[in-house]
């Protein structure tokens, strides 16, 4: 028997895309369940029950969220870093090392240095500057310090799933076709990161686990395979070094990585139900995702 199949209680900090994704796949693993929102403190509901919501916006919380920290089986945690460092940390560090929680810390593989294409591993060069990918590695050894063997990262490629897709870019108009000779990235289904949450919960291990893709790709590829499926005409082909992109989307690239999955598979088991984005993406058509835009 797992250690989630033990009815354990559940706080999420950030209830953002792949967290409530999680909590629609794995609800019923848990006796409790609750987690911060920034600012809509709205009615919520899962598959066993209410969902107890708390503000906090990085700034202010809510009184009670240290409580539910320090009571919580486990911790999981996709609020990204800032300026300042890690919010989360900044207000509830001491809570947090005072909790016997498992935690699951949801960083992303833009921590990676650049490696020319190269295939990397877990073990590869971080990010060390003051970038926003070098706030995030500085993010991961701040966690690692509060916590210890305690720790689950899990870096996340680019996410895309429901609602979150090429159909929905090319739809909307948002789709580019950045060409950038030589440049790949990986991705994963939001379906995908649920398992691997579930089986970092289950992990009675420290670690950090790449979770992505097998198969990295250039970006236009994925705007062209989508545009087929819809039977529409991709945007066309942008230069990258003269493209008008904002200093973030700009940011993307300045690394260009394979990504090895070879440790989510070993170590935690997961198999991938999307291991490329063409199964990702036909099963979101399949699913009628994107039909109403043709």
């Not at 929680?101 to 060069?125: K, M, N, P, Q």
């Not at 990918?133 to 689950?152: H, K, T």
């Not at 919960?201 to 989508?226: K, L, R, S």
């Not at 992109?245 to 394979?258: D, E, G, Q, T, W």
Request: proline share 5%; aromatic share 8%; hydrophobic share 45%.
């Amino acid at each position: 028997m797992g250690w989630l199949a033990l009815q354990k209680r559940l706080f999420v900090f950030g209830l953002g895309y792949s967290c409530r994704h999680f909590l629609r796949e794995h609800a019923v693993s848990f006796s409790e369940i609750g987690g911060t929102v920034r600012t809509d403190m709205g009615n919520a509901s899962v598959a066993n029950g209410p969902l107890a919501l708390f503000r906090f916006d990085g700034t202010q919380a809510d009184a009670e969220i240290a409580a539910q920290v320090l009571r919580t089986d486990l911790l999981l945690v996709s609020v990204p870093p800032g300026m300042d460092g890690d919010p989360v940390l900044s207000h509830f560090a001491n809570t947090i090392a005072d909790s016997a929680a498992r935690v699951i810390y949801l960083s992303s593989v833009g921590v990676y240095a650049d490696h020319d294409g190269a295939w990397i591993d877990e073990s590869a060069t971080v990010v060390r500057d003051d970038t926003r990918r070098g706030m995030r590695a500085r993010a991961e050894a701040a966690w690692q310090e509060v916590c210890g063997e305690r720790l689950r990262i899990l870096r996340l490629a680019g996410i895309y799933g429901p609602g979150r897709n090429a159909f929905v870019n090319l739809a909307s108009g948002r789709a580019h076709q950045i060409v950038k000779p030589g440049q790949v990235f990986n991705r994963i289904h939001v379906d995908d990161i649920a398992r691997a949450i579930a089986a970092a919960a289950d992990c009675p291990h420290a670690g950090i686990w790449n979770v992505c893709d097998d198969e990295p790709a250039p970006p236009q590829d994925v705007v062209t395979y989508a545009a087929g499926l819809m039977n529409v005409s991709p945007p066309p082909e942008q230069d990258f070094a003269a493209a008008d992109l904002s200093p973030m989307a700009r940011s993307f690239y300045a690394s260009n990585n394979r990504i090895s999955n070879a440790r989510l598979k070993h170590d935690l088991g997961v198999s991938l139900q999307y291991p490329d984005y063409r199964s990702g993406l036909d099963a979101l058509w399949n699913a009628n995702e994107g039909r109403s835009f043709t």
